[in-house]
């Protein structure tokens, strides 16, 4: 039999998180330095030290680096809860790219690398950046055109690329750089101190996708040099590493966005509830009632796939199809809750007077990264060619 309750301890967390956000963070999101698309770091800092305090930063981290080691199932109600502002992610620090970077370091780290870099990154001390993407033809949605490169010279390795719509660029310490190898198979992921010379911010690129510290950064690296000691895991290995960062990464996405997907759904309902047109509460207008209550099915609907996905990467499993049908369906129906939440809101929902237009905003580009919709569409339907059964175990015929 399937379980859905919580366990005890899960649902105190919940409500501990719960109450955190609404008591502390919420009524900081009119602060000066959180306005606009960009959390200041130093206001960054000021947020993590109240996480900290409250004994809520980084709970993903395992429990030597100050967190609470929290299962895949246990992230995916706290991240729910810590999305519902979209302060809470940057506060609790738990949001991209520095949990994906942190759960990356945990699984294929050394214990050196750990003690240099995950060390300070779990603590707040420091940020990150995943660098993959890259402008002019080079890796995106296909990771395979990947142009950098990285080449041997002694013990030292010499990158040479360039990379773009890298979040948290500004600020960040360090910088995991995906380069191919340029005389050898494969790709390689380097953990290099982003301060390292060759290494040069271009520009801060303007997006729609805000609430991410230090933006999203185009960068040059010209024979950027670094150790061996640089190299994270096996040379040539980085694409399945990639993998290991990936799956669980676009689940968490799903998580805080379905935060924010329900924080922009309240605001809607609320409004509806005593907002009076042509006679009768908003919420009374059967066109109005029944895109609220599409929203609820759609929030609730992406919970369940979210636990699921998050149950079977706690049982060990892959999941790399699972992940990609939730991840579709996360960012495509948490979209449709925050285009509903505008439209019930009328005017008000285009203005910056309700959180709902940062909200509607962000929501968008999660169908773009950790990789685009059609996509993982096209890997699932690869995979349903490749096999006489459907995907989910059932015959076709
Ligand atoms: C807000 C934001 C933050 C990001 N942060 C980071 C980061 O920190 N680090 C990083 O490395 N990258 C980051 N990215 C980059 C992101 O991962 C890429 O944008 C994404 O992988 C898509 O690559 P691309 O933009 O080059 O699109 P392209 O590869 O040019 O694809 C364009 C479109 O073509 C379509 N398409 C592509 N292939 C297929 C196919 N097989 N079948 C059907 N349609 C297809 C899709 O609709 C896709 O959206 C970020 C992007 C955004 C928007």
Redesign the pocket.
Known sequence: MIDFSLPPELAELQARVRSFIVGEIIPLEEDPRARGDHVDDGFRRYLNAIARKAGLLAPQAERRWGGLGLSHLARAVVFEEAGYSPLGPVAMHLHA?DEGNMHLLETVATEEQKQHWLKPLAGGEIRS?????EPDGGA???PDNLRTTARRDGTNFVINGR?W???GGHGAALYIIMARMAEEDGATMFLADADTPGIERVREIS?M?GGFTGG?AEVKLENVRVGSDAVLGEVGKGFAYAQVRLVPARLTHCMRWLGAARRAHDIAAAYARQRWAFGARLVEHQGVGFQLADNEIDLHMARLAIWHVAWLLDRGERANAASSMVKVFCSEAEYRVADRALQVLGGLGVTTDTRVEAIFRGIR?FR?????S??HR?ALARRIARTDRAVGGARGN
Request: hydrophobic residues 50%; glycine residues 8%; proline residues 8%.
């Open positions: 790219p950046a995943f660098l993959m993407t995106g949605a296909d990379k719509l890298i979040t997006t996708a999203h580009a773009i990264y950790d990789g685009p059609e996509v096209w």
